[in-house]
T-cell receptor, first 121, second 115 residues
């Protein structure tokens, strides 16, 4: 079965540089979520999109922006990178219109990609 | 505000034994969902099991079961017959009342299975 695809898997940048992470959700999934997981931390919600519109916003720095495109893929843009931005960035997708896994309409199970590991030097 | 609490930072369990990972939650929503995810050392986040707040029966998925006690606001994960491959970080997570809500995670429990 198709999974959530994230690229690149690994990225090394210098301070003050910019980085772009890409996420390709599972086909027919209409919702994308971005999470940031620092070393030894739990994942923190950054932002989400439903049908190409921003649906929720968490602790996303102003230096970061994201969007979801017409083909439902999403990109997270990070500028003026800081050392503290070094983390594992996850994209997850789900379907609000066609819930999968047989859990019923209330489940909205998020399927995560393998993550993009960003290292800022 | 919603909150997930996992009080066991780490656990060591002998292979083939059953293990229970604790999770308590706090929410004012009447409808919510509870999840468990596994994160191996390779880093990916793997969905294990889901429990809806209105589900009367505890969820089960193979060797995984969720001990849901609504009045106590607990959603413990039980892994039966543990295997070496179960060594990983386990996160309890929660989604609020709206189906498009993000999920929030607990701090996680690192499980070590001993041969």
């Amino acid at each position: 079965a198709a999974g959530v695809i994230q690229s690149p898997r690994h990225l090394i940048k210098e301070k003050r540089e910019t980085a772009t992470l890409k996420c390709y959700p599972i086909p027919r999934h209409d919702t994308v979520y971005w999470y940031q997981q620092g070393p030894g931390q739990d994942p923190q919600f950054l932002i989400s999109f439903y049908e190409k519109m921003q649906s929720d916003k968490g602790s996303i720095p102003d230096r970061f922006s994201a969007q979801q495109f017409s083909d439902y893929h999403s990109e997270l843009n990070m500028s003026s990178l800081e050392l503290g931005d070094s983390a594992l960035y996850f994209c997850a997708s789900s379907s609000l219109s066609y819930p999968d896994r047989g859990y019923g309409s209330g489940a909205n199970v998020l399927t995560f990609g393998a993550g993009s590991r960003l290292t800022v030097l | 505000a919603q909150k997930i609490t996992q009080t066991q930072p780490g656990m060591f369990v002998q292979e083939k034994e059953a293990v229970t990972l604790d999770c308590t939650y706090d929410t004012s929503d009447q409808s919510y969902g509870l999840f468990w995810y596994k994160q191996p050392s390779s880093g990916e986040m793997i969905f294990l099991i889901y429990q809806g707040s209105y589900d009367e029966q505890n969820a089960t998925e193979g060797r995984y079961s969720l001990n849901f006690q609504k009045a106590r606001k607990s959603a413990n994960l039980v892994i039966s017959a543990s295997q070496l491959g179960d060594s990983a970080m386990y996160f309890c997570a929660m989604r609020g009342g709206d189906r498009d809500d993000k999920i929030i995670f607990g701090k996680g429990t690192r499980l070590h299975i001993l041969p």
